[in-house]
T-cell receptor, first 116, second 112 residues
Framework: AQSVTQLDSQVPVFEEAPVELRCNYSSSVSVYLFWYVQYPNQGLQLLLKYLSGSTLVESINGFEAEFNKSQTSFHLRKPSVHISDTAEYFCAVSDNYGGSQGNLIFGKGTKLSVKP | DTEVTQTPKHLVMGMTNKKSLKCEQHMGHRAMYWYKQKAKKPPELMFVYSYEKLSINESVPSRFSPECPNSSLLNLHLHALQPEDSALYLC???????????FGPGTRLTVT
């Protein structure tokens, strides 16, 4: 069965510092990978996705993630964070074939806290 | 437009009540989902509808009853819930089963 590991449950960082949120997944077969962000008392917003093609994917608000098949990782990075980036971040994986096709398996989440 | 709407935003109900949660999307998506999210936890999949047919029911108690009246609407009927059912209930949709999912803002449910 698929599993997703987010290695850090909490990441405190100062404003304008760089940040990396780590995500590893278990599957060795073809998968789709996602990062979702959840602000307090809100639903999940799709931040970025890897379906195929370039292994480096970028979001409109400065986040990027790189798919590394050999290390089964999909780490999220931002070179300079803002206070408004404070939120819970979930990494998710789905199989792109088979009976469980499309089912999202979430990591436990990483709470990013940006301090002034 | 990547909007999924959910009503109500908040719901407080007693254990003997019957209520319904509603979800709507107008993106032409053919797959819709219900998730349950407890505090400080990731979402847990409850139900999946694909082309208006229930394709996955993740061993959810029968006090939760999903309904998909048409391709844009998804309901979750609630009856005889327990206090441990208190959670954020999230609806999501995707173009197809293996496409990215877009989530609604959720309904915060409290069972007293």
């Amino acid at each position: 069965a698929q599993s997703v590991t987010q290695l850090d449950s909490q990441v405190p960082v100062f404003e304008e510092a760089p940040v990396e949120l780590r995500c590893n997944y278990s599957s060795s077969v073809s998968v789709y990978l996602f990062w979702y962000v959840q602000y307090p008392n809100q639903g999940l917003q799709l931040l970025l996705k890897y379906l195929s093609g370039s292994t480096l994917v970028e979001s409109i608000n400065g986040f990027e993630a790189e798919f590394n098949k050999s290390q089964t990782s999909f780490h999220l990075r931002k070179p300079s964070v803002h206070i408004s980036d404070t939120a819970e971040y979930f990494c998710a994986v789905s199989d792109n074939y088979g009976g469980s096709q499309g089912n999202l398996i979430f990591g436990k989440g990483t709470k990013l806290s940006v301090k002034p | 437009d990547t909007e999924v709407t959910q009503t109500p935003k908040h719901l407080v109900m007693g254990m003997t009540n019957k209520k319904s949660l509603k979800c709507e999307q107008h993106m032409g998506h053919r797959a819709m989902y219900w998730y349950k999210q407890k505090a400080k936890k990731p979402p847990e999949l409850m139900f999946v509808y694909s082309y208006e047919k229930l394709s996955i029911n993740e061993s959810v108690p029968s006090r939760f009853s999903p309904e998909c009246p048409n391709s844009s609407l998804l309901n979750l009927h609630l009856h005889a819930l327990q206090p441990e059912d208190s959670a954020l209930y999230l609806c999501a949709s995707s173009q197809y089963r293996d496409a990215e999912q877009y989530f609604g803002p959720g309904t915060r449910l409290t069972v007293t």
